[in-house]
């Protein structure tokens, strides 16, 4: 690596000493997060297996569960999500083209988003300890099965899932806060918006795991005869 | 004089002095330190548990702790040896000090990240031990289900979460490495070019990152279990729990590979340093690694056979069982022909690649009989796999792990073993190690079952050899704490490469500098390639 390129590096971005190049810097933080990501494929994917299992067991008892809840509302907040989504990814762009107002407005827009998402989530859960759908509730009832062990099984699958998804977003929003507080302080350029870039990776990915939450726990019952 | 010497120059040991310089360090090879002291308290910690175990059954009665009490020793002497000393022992200790040295890197990729796992295992163990003074656990290590979930009135919760947390230090290890070895190698360090240790830490790191992540989701599910009385695992509502088992072997068979495959990268640098040769067939002991790697995860079910997995299943794992020994005998075979014709000399470490080859092969063998259905049914539970296993974890990993600490003690220190001392002690660890875990074979094909702290008095003779052989073991392993502190004062200087070996973490002055290369390295030369070691550093 000549020298001349690594003081033009150091004068643009924080690059940090163990690196050679702003390229070496950027490919190893990607490569990171993708690592990271495999590493919650294997997180989440150990409550899919145990979601695959109990479903072939209990195959009735999923689609009734299911059924109680609410996919209307399941399916508006998947748009909001997706809106979010689509948002991250306008605001890294406008970290590709170094436009520091953009990035702030659609990190913020970004923010709003999966905050609406985590509203109607936390409305959600409360509507089914209204419902005495808590698996930890004495009172724990489901209509329409004789079944009621399985059915708690389906509900504490359906709040680990969920819960564990929403984990992620509270993180998720934790990161763009500190994004937002970064762009102020000038600290991403043209050159340099890796941390944008792969909060972006982070933030799709969080959203890919809820397009398959949806359907796997709220649209069992449709492929069933009436 | 000699002190004088290894004063002059700045190296990372003297760069910067007092507390905060080391607790707020991002220097790989500070961090490896810090992780040396961390599980080097650990292990002591598991060794106190294993001699109170040992000491109860010295007799047939059992009269020296309550069953419940030694219930409490089994699990804990299981959780820390596991998980808080042998899955971070070679990759965080000398893999975080030497992968990034041997490709000609500056550090790791992600210091930051390097620093904050070792904090998390710090973490975690600050759980796991606050468990163990709070009044302990005992569901053995295995935490199987639903005694773990609804019976266990001990503190659960807590060691859970420890090892929930210790995992994602583990995870971060793997994730560092991986890109590590991907993006920071020296011009010219091709993947056919880097050290064997390097391809080992590399596919441990695969299994960190793909293994860890299901056992803390499946601590998780326990932790809900208990705390919010939700039923993944419980079968009073119909959950199953055999699931548990599956989730938690799909991560313990290959974390068995999280730590021996690092421990196999010592020997392969132990092996060729010290007969002078590079390692015959390097590709196939490069590629048995990853093999491993992928392999081991589809073995899992072998701990399943009597938990009422189908037999179709368990024919399946059995045959993989048997499939994954092929790589590991490659590389006892590489090994072994690599010593043909080399010029050995029997330097600490070599004793120790000796032991370790020789235990290895006797821990692996043994897996392959308890990997066969017929004999498993007869042996489970049993102590013939008890000392299966700690021919393969001590007999192996700690055995290479000590090899290693001897190997890189002058890289790290600047400063020689007492080489007597040294000799001594791995004699001590030899004879005390088989003394200790070869009657164990002979006591579970009998029918010892374990974790039972009363026993016939027919077995009597065979638990004492075998407590005999810990107490001479637990002498080798003292021995080590007191000369290697002594040569951080009084051992002769080393200088930069004491055995001749060929890495490029030789071509550093001892102890290196923070940054480990005044100028990165261009790598021509092949690994393990006699004609082109390291010349000494001028040191001043
Ligand atoms: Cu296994």
Partial sequence: MSSEAHAHAEETLALREQFDTAEQQKDASTLGMWIFLITEIMFFGGMFAAYTIYRSAYPTVFAVASSSLNVTIGAINTCVLLLSSFTMVMAVRAGQMGKRNMIIIFLILTLIFGCIFLGVKAYEWNEKYVEHHMPGQAAFHLEGTPLQGPAKIFFSLYFAMTGLHALHMVVGVGILLTLIVQTRAKKFSAEYFTPIDISGLYWHFVDVIWIFLFPLLYLIDRHLPK | ?540
């Fill in chain 2, 1 to 540: 004089m000699t002190t004088a010497v290894l004063q002059e120059r700045t190296h990372y040991l003297n760069n910067g002095y007092g507390l905060k310089s080391w607790l707020l360090t991002k220097d790989h090879k500070r961090i490896a330190v810090l992780y040396f002291i961390t599980i080097s308290i650990f292990f002591a910690l598991g060794g106190v548990f294993a001699s109170l175990i040992r000491l109860e059954l010295v007799t047939p009665a059992g009269d020296l702790v309550s069953s419940e009490t030694y219930n409490k020793l089994f699990t804990m002497h299981g959780v820390i040896m596991v998980f808080f000393f042998l899955i971070p022992s070679v990759p965080a200790t000398m893999g975080n000090f030497f992968l990034p040295m041997m490709i000609g890197a500056r550090d790791l990729a992600f210091p930051k990240i390097n620093l904050l796992s070792w904090y998390l295992l710090i973490a975690g163990g600050g759980f796991a031990i606050f468990a163990m003074m709070a009044g302990g656990v005992d569901t053995g290590w295995t935490f199987y289900t639903p005694y773990s979930t609804t019976y266990s009135n001990t503190y659960v919760i807590a060691t859970a979460l420890g090892i929930f947390i210790a995992g994602f230090s583990s995870i971060l290890t793997g994730l560092n490495f991986i890109v590590t070895v991907h993006r920071m190698r020296a011009p010219g360090m091709t993947w056919f070019k880097m050290p064997l240790f390097v391809w080992a830490n590399y596919a441990t790191g695969v299994i960190q990152v793909l293994g860890t992540p299901v056992i803390a989701v499946t601590l998780v599910l326990v932790f809900c279990e208990r705390v919010f009385h939700i039923g993944i695992f419980d079968p009073a509502l119909g959950g199953d729990p055999v699931l548990f088992q599956h989730l938690f072997w799909f991560y313990s068979h290959p974390a068995v590979y999280i730590m021996v495959l690092p421990a196999m990268g010592v020997i392969s640098e132990l092996v060729s340093t010290f007969s002078r040769k590079p390692i015959f067939g390097y590709p196939f002991v490069a590629f048995s690694s990853v093999a491993i790697a992928v392999i081991g995860f589809l073995v899992w079910g072998h701990h399943l056979f009597v938990s009422g997995q189908s037999l179709y299943a368990g024919l399946v794992f059995s045959f993989l069982s048997y499939f994954v020994a092929i790589p590991s005998a490659i590389k006892v075979f590489n090994w072994t022909a690599t010593l043909y014709k080399g010029s050995i000399s029997y330097a600490t470490p070599m004793l120790y690649a000796f032991g370790f080859i020789g235990l290895f092969t006797i821990g692996g063998l043994t897996g392959l009989f308890v990997a066969a259905l017929g004999i498993d049914v007869h042996v489970t539970d049993t102590y013939f796999v008890i000392a299966h296993f700690h021919y393969v974890m001590v007999g192996g990993t700690v055995m290479a792990y000590l090899g290693g600490v001897h190997y890189w003690w002058p890289k790290m220190t600047g400063r020689m073993y007492p080489e007597g001392w040294a000799k001594l002690s791995a004699l001590f660890i030899f004879v005390g190690f088989n003394l200790t875990f070869f009657p164990q074979f002979i006591l579970g094909y009998l029918g010892m079952p374990r974790r039972y702290h009363a026993y016939p008095p027919e077995f009597q003779v065979l638990h004492v050899a075998s407590t005999a052989g810990a107490t001479v073991l637990a002498v080798g392993y003292i021995l080590p704490a007191i000369y290697l502190a002594w040569s951080l004062r009084y051992g002769p200087v080393a200088g930069s490469n004491p055995w001749g070996a060929t890495g490029l973490e030789w071509a550093t002055p001892s102890p290196p500098p923070t940054h480990n290369f005044d100028r990165i390295p261009v790598v021509t030369h092949e690994a393990y390639d006699y004609t082109a070691v390291p010349q000494e550093v001028e040191v001043v």
